[in-house]
């Protein structure tokens, strides 16, 4: 965008009330760029909470009900709230992992609940079998890997 152009009035005094009109706008827009900058901070802050306790709530409901609880948060929410995985477990073999959320090809709008048809097994799948797995919650970070000793 091209600058604003201002004709320079003819007299001296006009001159001068129009340079300090210019600089008050300069020194406005910095303010103005700076409290617009604080509040989307503190926006955004508000949105990650506001994701997490999401998160917290669907674990909570998750864990009293034990099934796949409608409505969940989206994945980019759950994301975004701090729960960037998915613990699972598989319904024929019990045997659990972390889905990475972060990795799986979605839309933004799809909901983790939406997750529970297209998950399977990984063990069982090698012996010939696609069981569907089983959404146990959201968790910060994975479970550490089982040492093999």
Avoid: F
Wanted: net charge positive.
């Amino acid at each position: 965008m091209a600058p604003k152009h201002h004709p320079t009035p003819l007299s001296g005094g006009d001159r001068k009330a129009l340079g300090k009109e210019l600089g008050k706008a300069r020194a406005m827009t910095t303010i103005l760029a700076e409290q617009s900058a604080a509040a989307r901070a503190k926006g955004e802050a508000l949105i990650e909470q506001a994701d997490r306790l999401l998160c917290e709530s669907w674990n909570e409901r998750m864990w009293a009900n034990g099934e796949p609880i409608d409505p969940s948060p989206a994945i980019d929410q759950a994301i975004n709230g701090g729960y960037p995985w998915l613990e699972i477990q598989c319904s024929r073999c019990k045997t659990r992992r972390d889905v990475d959320l972060a990795v799986l090809p979605h839309a933004s709008t799809t909901a983790v609940h939406d997750l529970a048809g297209r998950l399977r097994c990984n063990k069982c799948a090698k012996a010939g079998r696609r069981p569907v797995a089983t959404l146990l919650q959201l968790v910060r970070r994975p479970r550490p890997a089982p040492s093999e000793t």
